[in-house]
């Protein structure tokens, strides 16, 4: 199964989330590795298709994962942009309805107009992986960024991961760097693993072991596993004082962003 590479110990361990492969050493990047890190975007980004036997919403500001196919049509069809692009990923994966990527990205493009961000994600990941368009990584990572910009998590980890690999735009670890950690601080599990492991390998930030062991802990909080294995990797080149300050890190984080935090 295809793995991120930790450089230091010359070890791999799993991106929970999808079958990418993260090549943090910046060694072997070709065209096979950026379709497999695309090919996981389009998983992240996807990730919740609706049930066509779901339950009927009261309204449109209502649509969520179980509403059914007939609401979340309808209320695409009224041009609510949330169901808009709810109905694109569905055309996207074939989830309810037959795979159509030109349905897909005819409903992203009309949420798009309304500047739904996560429409500008799901239109990237078209083009990422030439789903219906044909691929272009430059145009990828022009949606991406345009989505990253509005705040979006998912996007700002996709355009990371994209400066990682260098995958549409110049490979700048310092950016990826950037763009994770606005993703990692809004709670995204993926995006503080791959933190971690830019803290642990000292790519695009310096290196620092308390930190790497903060970031794969929240995600491991969370329930990815591949942190757990990154951070018994970094834990093992750590003393007692580091492990006990980076575990009130954790904790000093977690109260930050918990409901009632500052």
């Known amino acids: ?59 449109c500001a209502d649509i969520g994962p179980s ?35 030109a349905e897909a990205i005819r409903w992203f493009r009309l949420a798009i107009e309304q500047g739904n961000a996560v429409a500008q994600n799901g239109l990237a990941v078209m083009y990422s992986r030439g789903w219906g368009v044909p691929e272009d990584y430059v145009e990828a990572a022009r949606w991406y960024r345009l989505a990253a910009e ?13 400066y990682l690999y260098g995958a549409g735009l110049p490979q700048d670890y310092a950016e990826a ?12 599990a993926d995006a503080q693993f791959v933190l971690g ?25 969370q329930g990815n596993e591949s942190a757990q294995e990154g951070k018994d990797i970094v834990e093992q080149q750590m003393t007692g004082e580091q492990i006990a300050e980076a575990q009130r890190l954790f904790r000093e984080w977690l109260e930050a962003h918990s409901p009632g935090g500052n």
């Open 177 to 188: 760097a950037h763009w994770v950690r606005l993703a990692a601080e809004q709670g995204d």
């Open 1 to 59: 199964m295809p793995h991120i590479v930790h450089r230091h110990h010359r070890r791999t361990y799993k991106l929970s989330c999808s079958s990418l492969v993260v090549g943090l050493s910046g060694a072997g990047k070709n065209e096979a590795m950026k379709r497999i890190l695309l090919w996981v975007l389009a998983l992240a980004v996807i990730p919740v298709g609706v049930d066509a036997q779901g339950t009927p919403s009261a309204s």
């Open 67 to 101: 509403s059914s196919l007939e609401d979340v049509r309808s209320c695409a069809e009224q041009g609510d942009a949330d169901a808009q692009t709810r109905l694109g990923r569905m055309y996207a994966i074939g989830e309810g309805v037959p795979e159509d990527y």
């Open 197 to 221: 492991t830019l803290y642990d390998n000292g790519d695009g930030v310096e290196e620092d072991n308390v930190l790497a062991y903060m970031w794969h802990n929240l995600a491991v909080a």
């Open 150 to 162: 509005q705040g979006y998590a998912s996007a700002q980890s996709n355009l990371g991961l994209t």
